[in-house]
């Protein structure tokens, strides 16, 4: 396969990978220390940053508001220190993972392919990534397969950040497009004005998005690409995605 065949037949990576997110027991998790589920998500989240600024957080993260950032990454950070609230958070979905995917046989493999693409990307301009990606991976295959779905989640997110700023596109801009029904949730009074030159942007974002990652997935063998796929397939239909 080529790669971009991979990335369009492992799309719902995405979803996988933020499953646990706003999950019923992540969310009981985060009450238990203190943190309701929007404020476990920042922590949680941004936390492989360390005790940063809440603009480092909207670098890292892009389309939220800035002020919404502020507001909740602050108070959410004097509940919990950051780095242990993302240690936590990641549980969350080894937990979710073994629950869901101890059943599924060849996830080994995804989970080989899925270190090898990740381990194939340098990582420079995408500290989210880099940051999730330098947290330690599980030893059991469930639970690890959940994780690298995770951290695959984030290194698109965060080079597609990379590209929607090397094509001009504010990341405001760029949630509009894709998500307009969201806005509100995301801190914004607004719908952000959104041009025909904007669309045309992201788009090609997108593309360049894919252009940037191909290097990684060519590094797969045939074999290992099929087992992504498989993998990303079987995670899905045992989440209901």
């Known amino acids: 396969m080529q790669p971009r065949e991979i990335m369009r037949a492992t799309e719902p990576i995405g979803r996988i990978g933020q499953t646990f997110y706003f999950h019923p027991d992540t969310v009981a998790t985060g009450k238990e220390a203190g943190l309701d589920g929007f404020r476990f998500y920042f922590l949680g989240r941004g936390g492989v940053l360390g005790d940063v600024e809440p603009d480092v957080i909207h670098a890292a993260f892009g389309y939220f508001h800035v002020g919404l950032i502020d507001k909740v990454w602050n108070s959410a950070k004097e509940r919990m220190a950051p780095r242990d609230a993302a240690r936590l958070y990641l549980e969350c979905g080894h937990r979710l993972g073994r629950a869901k995917f101890a ?20 990582g420079a301009s995408l500290p989210l990534f880099a940051g999730v990606r330098a947290e330690p991976v599980p030893d059991d295959t469930a639970a690890a397969a959940m994780h690298q779905a995770m951290v695959l989640r984030e290194m ?14 504010a990341s405001p801009v760029a949630h509009a497009i894709k998500r307009p029904g969201d806005v509100a949730m995301f801190g914004y009074d607004e719908v ?29 063998t045939d074999a290992q690409a099929a087992a992504l796929v498989n993998g990303t ?7 209901d995605l």
Request: charged share 20%; hydrophobic share 50%.
């Open 192 to 220: 952000p004005q959104v041009t025909d030159d904007d669309r045309a942007n992201w788009h090609r974002a997108e593309e360049l998005t894919d252009e940037l990652l191909a290097p990684a997935y060519a590094s797969l």
């Open 156 to 169: 698109r997110g965060s080079m597609h950040l990379l590209a929607l700023t090397a094509c001009g596109v």
């Open 103 to 122: 059943e599924i046989d060849g996830l080994d493999g995804f989970v080989e392919a899925a270190t090898q693409v990740i381990g194939a990307v340098e």
């Open 233 to 239: 397939a079987m995670m899905a239909h045992a989440l």
